[in-house]
């Protein structure tokens, strides 16, 4: 694996091209808007509902349309199965061992490993690294202000323009936050 952190402090040095905010309710599974404009608008709704009394399904939408799923299961660790269009994969792959205790690895569609961070300071925000020694290729922050389109909760600022790639960082992101606030 061979990632190192990067001190949170360098980050004023980094420079991002696009900045998507998140609004709707500060829950990483129900009722979480992703909102904003890379080279296109940018709107993603993750929404929850109970299927059983042990299972649960997270609908990603884009545009009010289906992209991706999130099968909750109740009897083991909660993870069950993620499907992202045609593809279906065990959830924890999006949130495999990272290279500290506090990181998560996930593997893309195309095929390269990615590790989400977090940091240091602000145990509530992440960093994305595509490898060791390099540079985030996107951060989110965790905290309330206003912003453009109304009141928002957290930003991923990022300068990758993949629509599919967008779509894994959200889920592997959201995922995070989810088992980071359950756990702690």
């Not at 998507?20 to 309710?25: D, K, P, V």
């Amino acid at each position: 694996m061979g990632f190192r952190q990067q001190p949170t402090a360098l980050l004023a040095m980094y420079s991002f091209n696009f900045e998507i905010y998140f609004t709707g309710r500060d829950d990483p599974r129900d009722g979480c808007i992703v909102i904003g404009e890379d080279e296109k608008p940018v709107f993603f709704e993750f929404e929850t509902a109970m299927l059983s009394s042990s299972a649960a399904r997270t609908t990603i939408s884009s545009d009010r349309h289906p992209v991706a799923a999130l099968d909750w299961d109740a009897h083991s660790d909660g993870l069950g199965v993620a499907t992202v269009g045609d593809r279906e994969f065990p959830m924890e792959n999006l949130v495999l061992p990272g290279s500290s205790p506090t990181a998560r690895r996930f593997q893309a569609a195309d095929g390269r490993f990615y590790e989400w961070r977090r940091c240091y300071r602000d145990p509530k925000s992440y960093e994305l690294f595509a490898g060791p020694n390099t540079p985030p290729i996107a951060v989110y922050r965790h905290f309330p202000q206003a912003t453009p389109i109304g009141p928002s909760h957290g930003t991923l600022k990022y300068n990758f323009t993949d629509g599919l790639f967008l779509l894994e960082v959200l889920l592997s992101l959201n995922l995070n936050r989810w088992l980071d606030w359950n756990l702690d």
